[in-house]
């Protein structure tokens, strides 16, 4: 009996919870309304930034951020639909923000302002019509959104150089063992008969940029330790510098079998394929590791 009272109880309190209800007809009318003037206000920052992910290399991952977080949305709408809808007044002050922000970046030029906007807008749009509790529930999907905001030029550069010289040092010290003919000047590396350039778009920023999110995103769904996913994303840079520095590796060896055409063309697509999928493998054995690191060292208290 007791147990059918804590049951009858545990019930009662479900009920009495303001989960989300079906929205009526005017508020459909006052949801598309803002999707409007969202579009007034965001439709030339988004098309600009479309733009710049299909001219971009670096940034060609972000078109596929948004249909990410709209598939993690999707993901957890069950868990969404117990979320009670108690819209806030404080949202309309992170909109009120947004709008500030679009107005300072639009008069001043400066993109990442009125790209950023747009992610307050939306946070403050949440909060204002589904209220804190919905913003909690979306936290995740909409802080993995700024993934699609390009980095700030100088930012980006900063971040490059110090990527060229590491992975240019360690590619060429990885083929030492060779007794090969090469001599590194800065970030040229002189081979008989060729000269390579490692450039800008072979610093591994742009494998960076997108394994960073990648790192992101799959310690979100496959590990549920948050120490370890913090680990997981940190280890993407040192990753991305070792898998660009075989990269640049294979391609000396490429070049001096194959002639300069090794660094050109399918070969330089395949070694750049190969940056990507090391990183990958590296991440998951990383995992993995981490993993079993507490029961290894449990077993090795014991002994």
């Known amino acids: 009996m007791k147990n059918l009272a804590l049951d009858l109880s545990g019930d009662d309190t479900r009920a009495q919870r303001p989960l989300a209800a079906p929205l009526g007809g005017g508020e459909w009318a006052g949801l598309g309304a803002v999707v409007v003037a969202l579009m007034v206000l965001y439709g030339p920052v988004l098309l600009r930034l479309a733009a710049q992910w299909w001219t971009d290399e670096n940034y060609s991952y972000g078109f596929l951020v948004p249909l990410f977080c709209a598939w993690l949305v999707y993901r957890r709408r069950s868990c969404l639909r117990e979320l009670p809808r108690q819209p806030a007044a404080g949202g309309w002050g992170l909109a009120a923000l947004a709008v500030a922000m679009l107005l300072v970046g639009?008069?001043?030029?400066?993109?990442?302002?009125?790209?950023?906007?747009?992610?307050?807008?939306?946070?403050?749009?949440?909060?204002?019509?589904?209220?804190?509790?919905?913003?909690?529930?979306?936290?995740?999907?909409?802080?993995?959104?700024?993934?699609?905001?390009?980095?700030?030029?100088?930012i980006y550069n900063l971040a490059t150089i110090p990527l060229k010289a590491i992975a240019t040092r360690a590619g060429v010290g990885m083929v030492a063992w060779t007794r090969l003919p090469i001599l590194r000047e800065g970030n040229l590396i002189v081979l008989p008969g060729s000269v390579l350039d490692?450039?800008?778009?072979?610093?591994?920023?742009?494998?960076?940029?997108?394994?960073?999110?990648?790192a992101t995103g799959y310690g979100y769904l496959l590990e549920p330790v948050p120490w370890r996913?913090?680990?997981?994303?940190?280890?993407?840079?040192?990753?991305?510098?070792?898998?660009?520095?075989?990269?640049?590796?294979?391609?000396?060896?490429?070049?001096?079998?194959?002639?300069?055409?090794?660094?050109?063309g399918v070969w330089h697509m395949l070694t750049g394929m190969q940056v990507f999928a090391v990183a990958v493998l590296g991440l998951v054995l990383l995992q993995r590791g981490l993993r079993a690191w507490p029961a290894h060292a449990a077993r090795g208290g014991h002994a």
């Open 106 to 154: 639009r008069l001043g030029s400066e993109l990442l302002l009125t790209r950023v906007s747009l992610l307050i807008m939306l946070a403050g749009l949440i909060v204002a019509l589904l209220g804190w509790a919905w913003l909690r529930g979306l936290a995740f999907p909409l802080a993995f959104l700024g993934f699609m905001i390009p980095w700030p030029t100088l």
């Open 198 to 214: 490692v450039v800008a778009a072979c610093s591994g920023i742009r494998s960076l940029l997108a394994l960073l999110a990648l």
């Open 229 to 264: 996913r913090v680990v997981l994303v940190a280890a993407m840079p040192p990753l991305a510098v070792v898998s660009n520095a075989i990269r640049i590796a294979l391609t000396i060896l490429l070049t001096f079998r194959f002639g300069t055409g090794a660094s050109e």
